[in-house]
């Protein structure tokens, strides 16, 4: 299965913006979404090191072609070089809401009622992402329902009935989960 290479780059104010290629990368998730199909890999960039909070929340849940178990939709964060292993730092929440997505190398830090990453697509991913939110005490940090977090590292705030990572036939596999210093209750999982 060949997979097609396609870029995310919200600090850049050049090119065509459709997703070809660096120099043409889409500029909103927004645009990403709506040109993404099934079997794409979408290379998101930090923008200078910084964290994105120029864009608004990602709802991942209508692709141009959805995802299928066959071509699963990736995304993968990058500092430099697509594939160096670099973080893509977002300043706002992720939520998947499709089947079969891969999402790698995301650290999503953000103070909000929702969880910072969240899924509720069956068969998708977190591989390698970070998640922190101090404030979603009922969400948690992250939020999975039939997906799965694998060699990530979720911290938040127990407060009241808080939650750092919730899960409903999820996994959590090889992942740092910590609670907050000012946390007073609550439960690390559920």
Not at 11 to 21: H, I, P
Not at 106 to 120: C, G, I
Request: hydrophobic share 35%; proline share 2%.
């Amino acid at each position: 299965m060949a997979l097609r290479d396609r870029f995310l780059n919200c600090g850049l104010s050049t090119g065509n913006n459709d997703g070809t290629s660096e120099a043409d990368a889409w500029r909103t998730f927004a645009d990403c979404e709506s040109g993404v199909e099934a079997g794409d890999i979408v290379h998101c960039r930090t923008v200078d090191g910084e964290r994105v909070t120029s864009e608004a929340n990602m709802i991942f849940d209508s692709p141009a072609v959805a995802p299928t178990v066959d071509k699963p939709i990736k995304f993968q964060g990058y500092t430099s070089t697509p594939g160096d292993g670099g973080m893509f730092k977002w300043g706002h929440y992720f939520f998947n809401r499709e089947r079969f997505v891969m999402v790698e190398g995301f650290d999503v830090e953000q103070s909000s009622s929702s969880a910072s990453l969240r899924s509720d697509g069956d068969g998708s991913v977190f591989y390698r992402c970070k998640a922190v939110n101090n404030t979603a005490s009922f969400d948690g940090a992250m939020y999975l329902t039939d997906s799965s977090a694998v060699n990530c590292s979720i911290s938040g705030n127990l407060g009241g009935a808080g939650k750092v990572v919730r899960m409903f036939r999820g996994n959590l596999l090889d992942s740092y989960v910590e609670s907050t210093d000012a946390s007073d209750g609550g439960d690390t999982y559920v």
